[in-house]
């Protein structure tokens, strides 16, 4: 005896193509969980994707479902999400990613925008003069505006063979990056370890290298700390991008980039690793200029 009963699937979809069997794409669509919702990343935009070649852990099926995990920490501009990309007919596809969402309608540190983005230039003026009001659409298009920065600074960052996250696409406000992790979890903030005497001198030696490539391109991180480094292992990962310096452009660049080695270097002095900041920025501006 048929199972047809009025009103189901079978009768409200036609038939499947030959080859393709019963599968119902419309009820499968709508038994998506709350916390679900289908990859984007071929609809959107070849500019918002990440660099090529991209790493083979980035899953680009167009039928890959994203699954919200939790959320990893939260933030002054932005809250960082783990997000979980599978295609449901290749169980080993699945990855997990971290979505940064920058908050767009109570940006709290609106007001220090100012300084970082000197000599940066809106396309819109209507933008603009929203921004200088602080109205409600100003701080949407500040949080666009620190998105789009950050989503900036890290394929550029990556295409210089920094030690940054791999960016794997940005929709509106949120960008989705690679997980750093150390032994399966998310790797922890530099300033929450304390490493032996040689793997320290070896995390500035990264540190020394990366800034170096940064002001060889004439870029500064701005907002430099042990707090915005992972220690992935013996790996140091640098993280939170949205405010990077034009080092020249800015009349604050050498004092953002001073700034940075002071964080840095107090950090590593008070660790037991004899450094100085003023050795060290002036090290960088011999790569600089």
Not at 37 to 49: G, K, Q, V
Not at 101 to 124: I, L, N, Q, V
Request: aromatic content about 10%; glycine content about 8%.
């Amino acid at each position: 005896m048929s199972s047809h009963t009025p009103g189901s699937a079978d009768e409200l979809d036609p038939p499947a193509p030959a080859g393709f069997g019963t599968f119902d794409f419309r009820v499968y669509d709508e038994r998506l969980a709350s916390n679900q919702r289908w990859s984007t990343f071929l609809d959107i935009e070849p500019l918002m994707r990440g660099p090529e070649p991209r790493p083979d852990w980035v899953v680009t099926s167009q039928g890959a479902i994203d699954t919200e995990l939790g959320i990893l920490k939260t933030g002054k501009e932005a809250d960082v999400f783990l997000i979980e990309r599978a295609d449901p007919f290749d169980p080993d596809s699945g990855v997990i990613m971290a979505a940064k969402r920058y908050r767009d309608t109570d940006h709290r540190t609106f007001h220090r925008a100012a300084s970082y983005t000197e000599g940066r230039s809106m396309k819109r003026s209507r933008d603009e003069r929203a921004l200088k009001r602080k109205s409600t659409w100003g701080r949407l298009v500040a949080a666009g505006e620190w998105a789009i920065s950050e989503w900036g600074a890290l394929k550029r960052f990556h295409e210089l063979g920094l030690p940054v996250p791999y960016p794997v696409q940005i929709e509106g406000t949120e960008i989705l990056m690679e997980w750093i992790t150390h032994d399966g979890d998310t790797a922890p903030r530099l300033a929450q370890t304390r490493p032996a005497p040689d793997l320290l001198a070896f995390y500035y030696e990264q540190l020394r290298d990366s800034l170096a490539t940064m002001v060889q391109s004439g870029i500064v991180h701005g907002d430099l700390s042990p707090y915005n480094t992972l220690a992935a292992g013996e790996r140091l990962v640098i993280i939170d991008l949205p405010q990077i310096v034009d080092l020249v452009g800015n009349p604050q660049g050498m004092d953002f980039l001073l700034r940075d080695c002071t964080n840095m270097c107090t950090w590593f002095r008070a660790r037991g690793l004899e450094v100085d900041e003023q050795e060290l920025f002036g090290e960088l501006m011999a790569h600089a200029f």
